[in-house]
């Protein structure tokens, strides 16, 4: 449930080195549709195919406010430039199955995706990182995850920098068809 900005105590992330962040909400969706428009960004998740806004409008945004919670720091964390205040891309965290009869509350789900032209310079690692520093110390979260297409090599090597192992491989679903899949965990203390 969405919170009203009159709310207090609200998961705040540190700036890292290069990076700034702030929450998203619906206001951001000019943002959101920007950066679905390059069929590389998309690649490993629509097998290319850009959003519409229209479906940012009508998909996207209402998934995200069934998880978005400033207060748990649930949902997509904008992530910008401190020297140029120019948008990367986002940092999505939820509960792993979420949308699933069995959330996992324990164990937060992390996401992203950035604009290709700032991939390979550090900046998805640096900001997954940031998140999760800023979450790990909320009390009842023992463990991060992430999953990602077998061949999305890019995304592998942001979780093992963030000193996830891959706990299995399966066979993702979806209307783009069946796909191998990883997932990996890290459990808290095991951190590197």
């Not at 519409?52 to 919670?69: E, G, N, Q, W």
Request: aromatic share 12%; net charge negative.
């Amino acid at each position: 449930m969405p919170l009203s900005s009159s709310q207090t105590n609200n998961v705040t992330i540190t700036p890292s080195s290069r990076l700034k962040f702030s929450f998203m909400t619906a206001a951001d969706a000019n943002l959101l549709y920007e950066l679905d428009q390059d069929p590389a960004v998309m690649q490993y998740l629509t097998g290319g195919t850009t959003t519409s806004l229209t479906d940012i409008h009508t998909v996207f945004l209402p998934r995200l406010a069934k998880y978005a919670d400033q207060q748990q720091g649930f949902g997509l964390w904008q992530v910008r430039l401190i020297e140029t205040d120019e948008f990367l891309g986002w940092v999505l965290v939820r509960p792993m199955d979420f949308f699933s009869e069995h959330p996992q509350y324990q164990n937060l789900e992390l996401g992203w995706r950035f604009k290709q032209v700032f991939w390979g310079k550090g900046y998805a690692s640096e900001a997954a990182s940031a998140v999760l520093n800023a979450l790990a110390v909320q009390r009842g979260i023992s463990q991060f995850s992430a999953t990602a297409l077998a061949e999305n090599l890019g995304s592998i090597a942001v979780m093992k920098k963030l000193g996830m192992q891959c706990v299995k491989n399966y066979v993702h679903q979806d209307q783009f068809g069946d796909h191998q899949a990883v997932y990996y965990s890290v459990i808290l203390g095991d951190a590197k």
